[in-house]
């Protein structure tokens, strides 16, 4: 139950990888369902008797230059795995090409382990070929292969391959229809925007045997600015909306995500008459011993991106969710006011108007 994806929009080269999900007491990957994560867990779910994941990191920048990820068919070996290679990689030769090091120290763990299929790594690093700036990619064998026009050659591992190359394919298909902006970074946090949602707001996500754990981080290359970055945090807001009533609001489920310096965690707020009930799942960085897993601050949390998910009720039936993420002016025309337990959210009337549009058009 896992997700390795990388892709390549023009100038930004994304690695997109799942947290590892993982009972605490033994570091198995445990089968979907089996734990409680953001994507599964619903209100009445709360009190059930499974227990809550715990989240591992394995989405790592190794360098200014380089960025890598693992599938892993036992989760502990990479566990055990990351803090040897984030000493080793502080520590090594400046001479020596910092994917291959840490890739011949996966191979070396594995040898000395005898454990040659417990994970495969993935890296991403820039390169100069004939004067122009290119990408080196490290892909596993086997790695499933999408050739795109927005996206050129994707590369996908994991048990959730099928189905995010599937989605990848149509939204693809999506931008070469219409006038489309060429705006590569748009695109990409668009698409992380719609792989994350579908997971977290599908009640029937984690009974799929092709699917992926946790929830899907992000690490990217701005080959303009020469510097590799993580996606820091982001809203995953859902609404309601009645098609006979004209009428939109907010649902019961809301999701966010932190990976600024000082939090590091998932959190999910269920909306009700009385106040909202909230959770949270903190994020352990084996790579960086130094990131805080205190539970968040809400009141100055602020999320950097967006997405809206529309559930359209139409004749008594719920539709599938349409999701959006939202443009960086209409992230301005939504305020959030967090609490530890209170969540406001206005809209303004543009704001209201444009995504009532969207599902006018979509239904």
Known sequence: ??????????????????????????????????????????????????PYADFVDKLLILD?????????????????????????????????????????LADQYLEENDCPDAFRMMGVRPAIVEQQKAVNLIAPKGSKILKTGRFNDCYAQGTGANAALRLLKRFDAHLSTGSWPEDSFAHLIDFLGILNAEKLFNEEAESLADTWGGYLQCSFYDLEKSTVQYIPSWAHISLGFDANEQRIGIHRK?????????????????????RPKCLTWPIRNLFDTEVDNSPPNWETYSPKFTTVSIFVQKNGHVLDPLHKTLTPDEHKDLSFRFGKDRLEMRFSQDLKTSLIDLVQKAI
């Not at 930004?12 to 445990?30: E, N, Q, W, Y």
């Not at 990820?69 to 055990?80: E, N, S």
């Open 254 to 274: 809301h999701v966010f995500y932190s990976r600024d310096v000082s939090q590091y965690w998932l959190g999910v707020m269920f909306l009700n008459e009385r």
């Open 1 to 50: 139950m896992t997700l390795n994806l990388y892709i390549n929009p023009e100038g930004f080269p994304a690695l997109i990888s799942d947290l590892i999900v993982t009972p605490i007491k033994d570091g198995m990957t445990p089968e979907a369902g089996t734990v409680l994560t953001p994507s599964n867990v619903w209100p009445e779910e709360i009190v059930s008797d499974k």
């Open 64 to 104: 200014e230059q380089s960025t890598a990820t693992f599938a892993a068919t036992d989760a502990a070996k990479v566990i055990d795995f990351l803090p040897n290679l984030a000493i080793r990689m502080k520590h090594r030769p400046d001479d020596v090409r910092p994917m291959r090091f840490a890739g011949d």
